[in-house]
């Protein structure tokens, strides 16, 4: 069956034959192409299992002697697909889907014989491959999403975490190592940190909660004090040692001097006064006493004990202003807890003297001094039969030994004080006594003990 209609502009009339369903099969031409299969249509075998999916797509071109008028068919694939596929039509074609119109016939003319192979057309990318591209893109960007804020929460956890167990206590921690719990390994590092530095202090708080401090003995106390101060002296040791260097002031004064009636002019009242005190006036005693020694054993023991004072005045003391820093009478508090702190500082201080060379020679000269200038102003007394030289270095030996005594005392745990007993008409003291003023806690005691008794002889 032909379709015909006229050309409006050559008023030529043009007819277009249908396609024969049962048209003869040709032998394949050179130019042959590969048609895909329908992917439109239903089917229960794979599209590449369907055969005879080659047609012959060669255009056929006819013309007519009236003006050039020409007519072209194409042949469509044909092919035994009825057999495999139960949509298609006894004849051969398939079954149009209204919903996806199948695109793969389609029709190609040419005015010329060398008329190209006809291939598929698609205009993009078919809407099933876009869905598919879509929902993978989805899936991916979720999938990186995921994955990213996967990663940042676990580092923020596992911070948050860190800071959490980086406030734990290292007694807790070493507790909880010790009961075998789990840690991570950075929360050991976080503990692991240098030990603060220790400082010496007076009291530590379990002692000083409990009021069992023991200035005497620190072991129970504080520890660092205790491997660092030297053993505090014992009472006997304390007494032996003050009681020896008052025998050396005694024997010095019985071994250089003597007693004799010696002439004391105007001169010599100003230089023996500052050698009494407010009730013993050192110049009647010498004029009037048939025992002047007696009086210079006072003299000098006082004038020794009084240059070798912490507590004396600094141009007027031998004790080193560099160990003194507060003395007792600057200091404002007298609390328990700040007797006791003084009782440490001092101890502390004593145990970090150590005097140069420089300072060791001018205290040898200011003990030189003092020896001499005490033997010039009770010349008159001196036993002349001995060396003047012999007399002056004994002297310097127990000042000597006094000083250190002193500072030895000033680094003890326990306040001593030397007392110089008033005995009236009962005669004159010519060696002070010993008294302890605080406890081993470093208290103030209303009664001081006494360690040694002033040696007061009568007058004569």
């Known amino acids: 069956m032909s379709n015909c209609w006229n050309d409006p502009d050559t008023g030529e009339r043009l007819c277009n034959d249908d396609v024969a369903v049962d048209s003869p099969k040709t032998a394949a031409d050179p130019w042959q192409t590969w048609v895909p299969p329908p992917t439109r249509i239903p089917s229960t075998e794979p599209w590449n299992t369907m055969t005879n999916t080659w047609a012959t797509v060669m255009p056929s071109a006819s013309f007519t002697g009236d003006g050039g008028s020409a007519s072209s068919t194409m042949a469509t694939m044909t092919g035994s697909t009825s057999a495999t596929n139960p949509s298609s039509t006894p004849s051969g074609f398939p079954v149009p889907n209204t919903n996806h119109p199948d695109t793969s016939n389609q029709s190609a003319s040419s005015p010329s014989p060398s008329a190209t192979p006809v291939s598929p057309t698609s205009n993009g990318v078919a809407p ?31 911070s948050q975490q860190a800071y959490d167990d980086s406030r734990v206590s290292t007694p807790e921690l070493i507790a909880s190592l010790k009961g075998g719990g789990k840690h991570k390994s950075y929360v ?44 505090a002296a014992d009472e006997v040791t304390v007494k032996n040692r003050c009681a020896t260097l008052f025998n050396q002031i005694l024997h010095h004064v019985e071994s250089y001097y003597r007693d004799v009636d010696a002439t004391i002019t105007p001169t010599m009242d100003k230089d023996l006064a500052r050698f009494g005190s407010e009730s013993l006036n050192m110049v009647e005693i010498l004029k009037h006493s048939s025992m ?79 020896a001499e200038h005490f033997a010039l102003t009770f010349f008159p007394w001196a036993n002349p039969t001995l060396q003047e030289q012999e007399k002056d270095e004994d002297l310097i030996k127990i000042m000597d030994s006094a000083l250190e005594i002193s500072i030895w005392l000033y680094g003890q745990p326990y306040q001593y004080e030397f007392m110089w007993e008033d005995p009236g008409f009962r005669g004159t003291a010519i060696t002070p006594g010993l008294t302890r003023t605080t406890d081993i806690k470093g208290r103030r005691v209303g009664a001081p003990e006494v360690l040694l008794e002033p040696i007061v002889v009568a007058t004569r």
């Open 128 to 158: 099933g491959a876009v869905a598919g591209i879509a929902i993978a893109t989805t899936i991916l960007g979720a999938a990186i999403a995921f994955i990213a804020a996967f990663f940042i929460f676990k580092r923020r956890n596992a």
């Open 188 to 231: 050991s590092i976080s503990q692991s940190m240098a030990a603060p530095p220790v400082v010496a202090s007076s009291l530590s708080p379990a002692a000083k909660k409990n009021g069992n401090v023991n200035v005497a003995n620190l072991a129970n106390s504080s520890d660092f004090l205790a491997n660092v101060l030297p053993v």
């Open 292 to 370: 002047p020694t007696i009086a210079i054993k006072h003299a000098l023991a006082g004038f020794i004990m009084s240059i070798v004072s912490p507590e004396g005045e600094e141009q007027a003391t031998l004790f080193p202003t560099e160990i003194v820093g507060v003395k007792r009478k600057e200091r404002l508090g007298e609390s328990p807890d700040d007797q006791a702190a003084y009782i440490l500082y001092k101890r502390l201080a004593v145990h970090l003297h150590t005097p140069d060379t420089a300072s060791l020679a001018s205290r040898q000269s200011d003990i030189r001094e003092a």
